[in-house]
C-alpha cells in the first residue's frame, strides 16, 4: 500500500523478537491495530479504515497484529485476490513501530502471511511498494526472495502521510510463490546488462529536498520502470542500492 515499513532488510541471521502474532476477529482489536497503523506512518487520516480491515477479516481474509507485553506493535492486513489466474493473498500493508524495527519481527510477520496462506491452498502472496525505499528493497527481494513483477506509475495518486509526503505513488508490483524457499537472493546472470541506483533515504530526502526527491523518482521511472516495459527482468539488488537488471529470456 503505501509503503511498508519494517526496516527488516539486512538478512542477517538473529533471534525472533518475543512476540506474539494472532489473527484479529473483533471490532476492538482491529481499531488498536488500525491506531498503531496512524501511528508508525504518521497519518493524517486513517491508513486502513477500522470498517474495511473488519470486513477483510470477516470475509476471509488476513488480519493480523504482532503484541508484545498484550500491546500491539506491528501487524500486517491483506484481501484474496488473483495472480496469473491463480488464487492469491494481496498483502495490503505491513507495519512495525519503530523500537521493533531491525529486530526481525518484519520477517516473522510475513513468514506469518507465508504460512496463512499455505494453510489456505493459495500458491502466491502479491504486495506492492515504492521501488525508490532500498531497504525495502533488499529485503523483498534479497532476504524473502520476492520477484518484480510489473511497475506501476503513480499506483495510488499522492499519499499525505509523514512517509510518503504527497510524493508521487510510483510501485513495484512483487509476486512470492507460497512454495519457493524462502530466502533465496534473485541472483544475477551472464545476461546482466545495466543496474538501477536508487537514493540512500527518500524519505528523509521527500522532507529535506522535495526537488531532488521528484527527480530520483522520474529517473528511476524511466530507468527502472522502461526496462521493465521492454521485458527486462529484476533479478538481483545490491548492497549498494542498485537494481540489477537482465533481459528477457530470449532476448
Given at each position: 500500500m503505501?509503503?511498508d515499513?519494517?526496516?527488516d532488510?539486512?538478512?542477517?541471521?538473529?533471534?525472533?523478537p518475543?512476540?506474539?502474532i494472532?489473527l484479529l476477529?473483533?471490532?476492538?482489536?482491529i481499531?488498536?491495530?488500525?491506531?498503531?497503523?496512524?501511528?508508525?506512518?504518521g497519518a493524517r487520516?486513517a491508513v486502513?479504515?477500522m470498517?474495511?480491515m473488519?470486513?477483510?477479516?470477516?470475509?476471509?481474509?488476513?488480519?493480523?497484529?504482532?503484541y508484545?507485553?498484550?500491546?500491539?506493535?506491528g501487524?500486517?492486513l491483506?484481501?484474496?485476490a488473483r495472480?496469473a489466474?491463480?488464487p492469491?493473498l494481496?498483502?495490503h500493508?505491513t507495519?512495525?513501530l519503530?523500537?521493533?524495527?531491525h529486530?526481525?519481527l518484519?520477517?516473522?510477520?510475513?513468514?506469518?502471511?507465508r504460512?496463512?496462506?499455505?494453510?489456505?491452498?493459495?500458491p502466491?502472496?502479491?504486495w506492492?511498494?515504492?521501488?525508490?525505499v532500498r531497504r525495502?528493497a533488499?529485503?523483498?527481494l534479497c532476504v524473502?526472495?520476492a520477484?518484480v513483477?510489473?511497475?506501476?506509475?503513480?499506483?495510488y495518486?499522492?499519499?499525505e502521510?509523514a512517509?510518503n509526503?504527497?510524493?508521487?505513488s510510483d510501485?513495484?508490483?512483487l509476486t512470492?510463490?507460497?512454495?519457493d524457499?524462502a530466502?533465496d537472493e534473485?541472483h544475477?546472470?551472464?545476461?546482466l546488462?545495466?543496474?538501477?541506483?536508487?537514493?540512500?533515504d527518500?524519505v528523509t530526502?521527500r522532507?529535506?529536498?522535495?526537488?531532488?526527491a521528484?527527480?530520483?523518482?522520474?529517473?528511476?521511472?524511466?530507468?527502472?520502470?522502461g526496462a521493465?516495459g521492454?521485458?527486462?527482468?529484476?533479478?538481483g539488488?545490491?548492497r549498494?542500492?542498485?537494481y540489477v537488471?537482465?533481459p528477457e529470456?530470449?532476448?
Amino acid at each position: 500500500m503505501t509503503n511498508d515499513i519494517i526496516d527488516d532488510h539486512d538478512g542477517e541471521d538473529r533471534d525472533d523478537p518475543d512476540v506474539e502474532i494472532r489473527l484479529l476477529d473483533t471490532s476492538s482489536e482491529i481499531r488498536r491495530l488500525g491506531d498503531v497503523f496512524n501511528q508508525i506512518w504518521g497519518a493524517r487520516t486513517a491508513v486502513v479504515g477500522m470498517e474495511l480491515m473488519r470486513a477483510i477479516a470477516h470475509a476471509g481474509g488476513y488480519v493480523a497484529a504482532a503484541y508484545a507485553d498484550d500491546q500491539i506493535v506491528g501487524g500486517s492486513l491483506g484481501f484474496l485476490a488473483r495472480h496469473a489466474g491463480e488464487p492469491a493473498l494481496h498483502s495490503h500493508v505491513t507495519g512495525v513501530l519503530p523500537g521493533l524495527r531491525h529486530t526481525g519481527l518484519g520477517r516473522t510477520l510475513k513468514f506469518h502471511q507465508r504460512a496463512w496462506a499455505a494453510d489456505r491452498g493459495l500458491p502466491w502472496i502479491t504486495w506492492t511498494f515504492d521501488p525508490l525505499v532500498r531497504r525495502n528493497a533488499w529485503f523483498n527481494l534479497c532476504v524473502l526472495g520476492a520477484r518484480v513483477h510489473e511497475y506501476l506509475v503513480d499506483f495510488y495518486g499522492p499519499i499525505e502521510d509523514a512517509i510518503n509526503a504527497a510524493d508521487e505513488s510510483d510501485r513495484l508490483l512483487l509476486t512470492w510463490a507460497v512454495t519457493d524457499t524462502a530466502g533465496d537472493e534473485p541472483h544475477a546472470t551472464k545476461e546482466l546488462t545495466r543496474t538501477v541506483a536508487t537514493p540512500p533515504d527518500i524519505v528523509t530526502l521527500r522532507r529535506t529536498d522535495p526537488e531532488d526527491a521528484a527527480t530520483w523518482r522520474l529517473r528511476v521511472r524511466r530507468e527502472l520502470g522502461g526496462a521493465l516495459g521492454a521485458g527486462a527482468r529484476v533479478v538481483g539488488f545490491t548492497r549498494e542500492g542498485d537494481y540489477v537488471l537482465a533481459p528477457e529470456a530470449g532476448a
